[in-house]
């Protein structure tokens, strides 16, 4: 029996290791094709306060749940804080990962997939991953913004009393993380004009994590300055679960078909 178990492991592992390659133009950018000739391609940027990254709930499954629909996906592992420069506070003595070498690293990957040729392409990022996707939106080239944007319960603003200040001591660091200027320019709501492209926004009023208000913000924001976008907001479902279902409310996980259907229709012609 354990022969037979040890043979399916080796035949089974090409297939697992050929599901995702890393893209050689871009450090830590991991792609994943679908059998056709799928014109959009989503850069994906997984969760985790800047300070880690969920790259199976908010990374992988996200990406293969694309590929089922016909899209190329790229998941993009951005820089981080990591656990040790969070918990003890290490970029008091030593720089570290902080921003813009997050943005900087997006930058990268819209570059090395827009020289691929697809039609679009967009970046659908979760929590902190949402946050950097807007960033993307309103602070890269114009030539390296994205064709739309996917912000899903997303952190938004550094400087609202909503504010997830996990996320922003991840992104900023231990020396600039209360500094007013640079909390104001990362406050996604507070440059809604700068987003040029339609954004699909998500949250659910019990998140335990993010505060609902971030998103309420950016809608609110978007629709100040008539930005195309969707706002969707479901009363359960919490927080970090990306596209899997046993991780939320039934309400909640219908934000995949809603996505497909707004992407769908943004991209008809």
Known sequence: M???KRLLFLLLLPVSVMAQQAVPTCKHLYEYLPGGDGQTAVIVCPGGSYCWLSKKYEGSEVARWLVSHG???YVLHYPTAGWAGYAWHTRLLFRGSQYPDQLRALACAMQAVRAKGYERVGVMGFSAGGHLALCGAAYLPKSLQPDFVAALYPVVSLSAPCTHRRSRRG???ERRWRNKIICDSLS???HADRISCPVFLMNCKDDPIVDHRNSELMDSALTA?????LYLQYATGGH???TTATKTSREAIGWKNRFLEWLKHLFRN
């Open 2 to 4: 354990r022969s037979v």
């Open 171 to 173: 992104l900023l660091g």
């Open 188 to 190: 996604m709501e507070l």
């Open 240 to 242: 970090g679960f990306g």
């Open 71 to 73: 899209m190329a996906a």
């Open 225 to 229: 300055h008539r930005k195309p976008h």
